[in-house]
């Protein structure tokens, strides 16, 4: 099956028209968790939640049914940043009134926890720490700080750039991170004291693209920053998930890629456009079966819906749209309702669990539809 442009924004508009009709709202695999373990958590907790952590896949689609519907401000900022990208891409749909509510929506679920704009999910998840319902997280809050920079420029709407500034703040004034005469790491959140490389290049892409809007000079964090994920990078080109552990994945893999790719556009550095380059290798070679995106360099199934999400992401934001299109190509044989709705994951048997979330699946797919129709124009 061949993907024409016009088949894929026919697929951007399925999947929008989703979203609106469920007022961008939907339930989220992670909801689970909290209805499992409860708010607060438990004494062998961690361990018990690694042991069931592979059944995941396997919960059928009535579980979720009980549970409430949420609001997450992730997939909020996803939709802004993809409506971003089609107007970019030169779609005529009307987004402006679309847009204006969203950043309302992204302004009313802000965290109460601090002064600045700053997001979290409206559950409680981990379990070292383990998360309150809406406490601000880092990587929440560079991926909705990103999208809402791209919805200014694209219209132009104030609030969205006010709620970028606050969010500036709240990198530079409030997050805590680890840091060294020459390096520097944010940390996961206030909470605990991860060092996450997807984390701290999401928040360096956020400060690079805010600073190159406002003029204001960012080049001594991004310069510190930049260091540190060059010294962890490993020799095959790869990245941890969390510094000290031996877990390599290929979504935030491509996390890292595509941040350090963004961030080369402002900063064309040659170590950095060196170390993207081996990351971007590193990551094609290892993360595919073919069109299949892996969720591990040893395994491919289940496939998981997020990661094919981010394969067409970083595959597109580095230029390889003909491995874009193939990975479009295979998710919408294999993983599309026909309808707007993205199946969660696949088995190698060919059957798929069909639960929709409405973060995981659909807000990440029309970020990925979006991000492939802007780059292949």
Request: charged share 25%; with cysteine; net charge neutral.
């Amino acid at each position: 099956m061949s993907i024409s442009r016009e088949t894929a924004l026919e697929i951007a508009h399925e999947v929008g028209l989703w979203l609106r009709q469920h007022d961008y709202e939907g339930l989220d695999p992670y909801q689970l968790d909290e209805k499992a373990f409860g708010a607060r958590g438990f004494p062998l907790m961690r361990p018990l939640r690694r042991m069931l952590k592979p059944l995941h896949p396997l919960i059928p689609t009535g579980a979720f049914r009980r549970l409430a519907p949420v609001t997450i401000p992730k997939a909020l900022g996803l939709v802004l940043g993809a409506n971003a990208s089609l107007q970019a891409a030169g779609d005529e749909q009307p987004f402006d009134e679309e847009n204006r509510r969203l950043v309302e929506r992204l302004a009313a679920c802000r965290s109460h926890e601090t002064e600045s704009a700053s997001w979290g999910v409206p559950y409680a998840w981990g379990s070292s720490p383990r998360y309150p319902p809406g406490y601000p997280m880092a990587i929440a809050s560079a991926i909705i700080g990103l999208e809402l920079l791209a919805c200014f420029r694209a219209t132009g709407i104030a609030e969205a750039f006010d709620l970028c500034s606050s969010t500036a703040d709240y990198f530079l004034r409030t997050l805590h991170r680890w840091e060294t005469q020459d390096k520097l790491c944010f940390h996961y959140s206030n909470l605990d004291r991860h060092r996450v490389p997807n984390v701290t290049a999401f928040v360096l892409a956020f400060l690079a693209e805010f600073g190159r809007e406002t003029e204001r000079d960012m080049s001594e964090v991004i310069t510190k920053g930049l260091k540190y994920l060059f010294s962890i990078q490993r020799a095959d080109g790869s990245w941890p998930y969390i510094e000290g552990s031996e877990r390599v994945d290929g979504r935030h893999s491509g996390f890292v890629v595509q941040a350090l790719k963004q961030i080369s556009g402002i900063h064309p550095r040659e170590e950095l456009l060196d170390v993207v380059e081996r990351g971007w290798a590193y990551y094609r070679r290892t993360f595919f079966d073919g069109p299949v995106p892996k969720w591990a360099p040893d395994r491919t199934y289940p496939v998981d819906i997020h990661d094919v999400a981010q394969a067409i992401i970083t595959a597109s934001v580095m230029g390889d749209i003909a491995l874009a299109r193939r990975v479009l190509e295979f998710v919408v044989a294999t993983m599309y309702d026909g309808r707007g709705g993205f199946y969660y994951k696949l088995f190698s048997n060919g059957r798929a669990n069909k639960t929709i979330f409405v973060r995981w699946n659909q807000a990440w797919m029309y970020r990925a539809l979006a991000e492939f129709l802007l780059r292949s124009a």
